[in-house]
């Protein structure tokens, strides 16, 4: 069993920064994918950003790629994601995820989930 959750969201004006982190509990973190999902009111969520156990080959949307940096620290069962050059289509509520195998885009196949944190990007 693995809880999730996220911290950092808030409120910045484009072209800012913020950095989400992800705490989890369970001593299993470190054998888990981790990846970032983000979701805005009557759109499916989208994949943002995922890491893998090991943390190489992180893997981003196009959307991202470029301004955002995920991170893991298996030291301290944390995720992190650098969102740098914020846009205002970057608004939406961001939920870490995590599952035991190799790492994958979508949602369906993360069985764990923090409650998400919002970030708003004004223009």
């Known amino acids: 069993q693995v809880q999730l959750v996220e911290s950092g969201g808030g409120l910045v004006q484009a072209g800012g920064s913020l950095r989400l982190s992800c705490a989890a509990s369970?001593?299993?973190?470190?054998?888990?994918?981790m990846a970032w999902f983000r979701q805005t009111p009557g759109r499916e969520r989208e994949f943002v950003a995922g890491?893998?156990?090991?943390?190489?080959?992180?893997e981003y949307s196009d959307s991202v790629k470029g301004r955002f940096t995920i991170s893991r620290d298996n030291a301290k069962n944390t995720e992190f994601l650098q969102m740098n050059s914020l846009k205002p289509e970057d608004t939406a509520v961001y939920s870490c995820?995590?599952?035991?195998?190799?790492?994958?885009?979508?949602?369906?196949?993360?069985?764990?989930w923090g409650q998400g944190t919002q970030v708003t990007v004004s223009a």
């Open positions: 995820a995590a599952q035991r195998n190799p790492l994958i885009t979508e949602p369906q196949g993360y069985c764990y």
């Open positions: 369970g001593r299993a973190f470190r054998s888990y994918s």
């Open positions: 890491l893998s156990w090991s943390g190489a080959n992180p």
